[in-house]
């Protein structure tokens, strides 16, 4: 049974940081492409970034760009997505999830091509 579990969100003030935590059980992150999205009140779920099975490149949107790090440790099987200079438009649920089916070659920005899902974590952004 395959389990993300995302953990790190919370309350901050704009320009501050927080890095969020992806424990991924069932699957290696070897073998899977790790991918962090995010969902705001009213909106579509949206692609944030994503990281290859070997950690060897790395992708993000725009609006996160040079931000955002997104990064794995495969002892922990860990994904981590660390933000700064944090504003109120990055406010939103923050989504794990895992594409098993592209053997870590393909970075997606869509949501289907991602076959498992985390809980979720609120990140909220005060001014």
């Known amino acids: 049974q395959v389990q993300l579990v995302e953990s790190g969100g919370g309350l901050v003030e704009a320009g501050g940081s927080l890095r969020l935590s992806c424990v991924a059980s069932?699957?290696?992150?070897?073998?899977?492409?790790m991918g962090w999205f995010r969902q705001a009140p009213r909106k579509a779920r949206e692609f944030v970034a994503g990281i290859s099975s070997d950690g060897g490149r790395t992708t993000y949107a725009d609006s996160v760009k040079g931000r955002f790090t997104i990064s794995t440790d495969s002892a922990k099987n860990t994904v981590y997505l660390q933000m700064n200079s944090l504003n109120p438009e990055d406010a939103a649920a923050y989504f794990c999830?895992?594409?098993?089916?592209?053997?870590?070659?393909?970075?997606?920005?869509?949501?289907?091509?991602?076959?498992?899902w985390g809980q979720g974590t609120q990140v909220t952004v005060f001014l």
């Open positions: 069932g699957i290696t992150l070897s073998s899977s492409t």
């Open positions: 999830a895992a594409d098993s089916t592209s053997a870590g070659e393909r970075i997606s920005r869509i949501t289907k091509n991602y076959d498992y």
